[in-house]
């Protein structure tokens, strides 16, 4: 093996590799061997190769046309030359100068720069690798591309999992010389094609295809839709040991070539190799292909989506090239977010990243919460838990109005309340005959008129009515009365109270969570709906920038009404500043109802976490996923999936700081210990 020492002829001192940071005398051990690069030499058609000479013995260098030499690591400073005598050209003042001149070389050998502090005490030069303190490097020169490429090949040996510089060249040519040359090929190809022809032969489609390609580029030239570039690409990758590099090595190749693509070793040549792969501009290897636009531009490598803007909050890794995704839902045309995975997928825990990063951010937050499990989250930000349930307190009247907002009449409130409460009504009795509806309409109108509460009288300052008002009312309807009785059961029986009472709840808290686990199944539905309806009037009433919450919302789509009361609100959201977040374990519960599709595709930002291969089907075509996104899916872990915003998607990785961890995790084991050390920290400050 021959082996490569360094001295400071490897380039100017600001110009990559260079060993003029080791001053001559200390440090490095004089170049033993020198490799020189040869002049370039054209390999076929418009391809240029420098290739190295075998190893020379040779002290001398050879600068290489175009790269800059060092002056052996010594240039006169400015101040020196003032000092010098102005020589008169006399033999006795040039040796005064040549004197002078040596004893500042002496004296500046002895200094020690910063470069000298930082720069590595050696460089081994090996053909086949360069070693720098300990890691190893190698690189690739790319000799030749096949005649059809995809769009972002590059990114395979890019996204390899060593550390990797490449470095690519683009050096425009002249379109009037490139047209002249393939004028001449068009010419001989013709005539190729004439000669076969007059003797007879069978047509050769190689020539023909050649011909074509020629002229077309031609055409594309003279338009001048297409220009001409001398193209050179380089990898070099680094490795701690030779062994790995070795491995490293062989799957850049055979990525590279699985695309049949010629890549080489620059054998000899790694400090070139290394040179022109630093970020200083330097083409020291000086292998090139002529590409013309169409196929160069497919060598730009970062087509994964990026998905990094300036505000908003961090919502997890982009898995396809580690940057971050820092996103503002608000930015997009609404600010809708769908959340679809398996059980234990980490749904909840998505959103609850986003809803404590949120509320630093300044938004308020409203959430559902059917699995009562966002009371830790709550309590650690200071919000408000209300526990909706037979026993607690809290109490929410459907028959609320909102404050009109600008536009809009007292006879629209009227109306639109009316609407709502019929299809409260719906879910609460099951769905009524038509018949039994205009009952029912009537009987709300006339609920709130008795209440002084008329389009006409308008209804600022009074009583709203509640459901034993309903009641009342419709027992005095003709026809009304068995709708009375089937009501009554909310408003006297078992359910009494729950619905039946004026609202005792505010949402003046930046985060307010309604927890409806304690309900019965049955009951569950009736109060996301009337929940909701007072959120929505409340978000109605006075503009801010809010998000809503409603988790395990497949209860909300297995009834028409509420999945159409839901539909309404993702479709009017935007206009109040409203995000509405909606997350579902039942893909398919979700997506069979009537409104469950409207609701995907008026939300901008959809999270895909792990599915199960059941209901795969049925998600990649709602959100068009590819094969691989569908394997993605399948195959994902924990907190891991595709994040779409509008027509981006990426892989996405939800990661959460430490702490955020211990404030949302439903893990039940974390929850205990967490509730054991709360405990602990009581026991301890009494
Ligand atoms: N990104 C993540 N990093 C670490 N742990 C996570 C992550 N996402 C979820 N987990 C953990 O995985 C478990 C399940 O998460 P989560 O409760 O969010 O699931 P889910 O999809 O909401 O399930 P379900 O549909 O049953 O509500 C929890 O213990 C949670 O702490
Ligand atoms: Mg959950």
């Known amino acids: 093996m021959v082996q490569f020492t360094v001295d400071q002829t490897f380039g100017s001192p600001d110009e990559g590799v260079t060993s003029s940071s080791l001053p001559p005398d200390r440090g490095a051990v004089r170049q033993a061997v020198k490799q020189e690069p040869t002049a370039p030499k054209q390999v076929g058609e418009g391809r240029t190769v420098y290739s190295s000479n075998k190893p020379k013995a040779t002290v001398k260098s050879t600068p290489r046309p175009g790269v800059k030499k060092s002056s052996g690591g010594f240039h006169m400073p400015k101040m020196l030359e ?5 020589s008169s050209g006399k033999p006795q003042d040039m040796s005064k100068t040549k004197e002078l001149l040596e004893a500042e070389k002496a004296y500046r050998r002895g200094l020690t720069s910063l470069r000298d502090v930082l720069a590595p005490a050696a460089l081994k030069m090996n053909p086949n690798e360069l070693e720098i303190a300990g890691t190893y490097s190698r690189t690739y020169f790319v000799l030749a591309y096949p005649r059809y490429l995809s769009s972002n090949w590059l990114m395979q040996a890019i996204n390899l999992d060593v550390p ?10 002249d379109s009037g010389e490139i047209l002249k040359r393939l004028r001449d090929k068009v010419g001989q190809i013709q005539a190729s094609i004439t000669l076969n022809e007059e003797r007879g032969n069978v047509r050769d489609p190689m020539l023909e295809t050649a011909y074509r390609d020629a002229e077309e580029l031609r055409d594309r030239l003279i338009q001048g839709t297409e220009h001409y570039f ?12 030779l062994d790995e590099l070795n491995k490293a090595s062989t799957t850049l190749e055979t990525i590279l070539s699985s695309k049949l693509i010629v890549a080489k070793r620059a054998f000899l040549q790694m400090k070139q190799g290394l040179n022109s792969t630093l970020p200083i501009g330097r083409d020291e290897i000086a292998v090139s292909s002529n590409l013309n636009t169409e196929p160069l531009s497919s060598t730009f490598p970062f087509v994964s989506s990026d998905l990094t803007s300036n505000d908003g909050i961090l919502y997890g890794i982009n898995q396809h090239n580690n940057s971050l995704i820092l996103f503002d839902r608000f930015s997009m045309e609404n600010a809708n977010t769908v959340v679809f995975a398996k059980s234990g997928a980490g749904k909840s825990y998505a959103v609850k990243l986003e809803v404590l990063r949120s509320l630093m951010v300044g938004s308020d937050v409203i959430i559902i919460d059917p699995e009562h499990e966002y009371q830790h989250l709550c309590d650690s930000v200071g919000g408000a838990f209300l526990n909706i349930s037979l026993n607690s307190p809290t109490r929410v009247n459907p028959f609320d109005l909102p404050k009109g907002i600008e536009g809009e009449t007292d006879e629209d409130i009227l109306r639109s309340a009316i609407v709502n409460l019929m299809g409260l009504i719906n879910i609460m009795l099951g769905k009524l005959d038509p018949t039994e509806e205009a009952i029912m309409d009537r009987a709300l109108w006339e609920t709130y008129a008795k209440k ?21 009312i419709l027992q005095g309807i003709e026809g009304g009365d068995s709708l009375a009785n089937r009501l009554s059961k909310f408003t006297q029986g078992t359910f009494a109270g729950l619905f039946n009472q004026r609202t005792n709840v505010e949402l003046d808290n930046q985060m307010v969570v309604f927890s409806v686990r304690d309900l019965e199944d049955t009951l569950r539905p009736i109060a996301i709906f009337v929940i909701l309806n007072f959120i929505w009037n409340e978000v109605r009433s006075q503009l801010k920038k809010r998000i809503l919450v409603i988790d395990e919302a497949w209860w909300m789509m297995q009834n028409d009404d509420s999945a159409r009361f839901l539909f309404g609100i993702a479709k009017r959201a935007r ?3 409203l995000g509405v977040t909606t997350i579902s374990q039942d893909v398919t519960d979700f997506l069979q109802s009537p409104y469950g599709e409207p609701i995907v595709t008026n939300s901008s930002i959809q999270l895909l976490l792990k599915q199960s291969p059941a209901s795969m089907e049925l998600v990649s075509k709602v959100f068009f996923l590819t094969e691989g996104e569908k394997y993605l899916l399948l195959e994902s872990e924990v907190g891991e999936g595709l994040f779409f915003a509008g027509l981006k998607h990426v892989a996405i990785k939800i990661v959460a700081s430490y702490i955020e961890d211990q404030i949302i995790t439903t893990d039940p084991k974390q929850l205990l210990e967490i509730e054991q050390a709360k405990k602990d920290l009581r026991r301890g400050s009494e």
Do not use: C, H, W
């Open 82 to 86: 003032n000092m010098l005598p102005k």
């Open 164 to 173: 990797m510089d490449v470095s690519m060249f683009i050096y425009p040519l």
């Open 230 to 241: 001398r193209y050179s690409l380089y990898f070099t990758i680094y490795s701690e040991n």
């Open 452 to 472: 002084d509460i008329t389009a006409q009288a308008g209804f600022a300052g009074k009583q709203v009515p509640v459901m034993d008002d309903l009641v009342e």
């Open 575 to 577: 206009k109040y500043y």
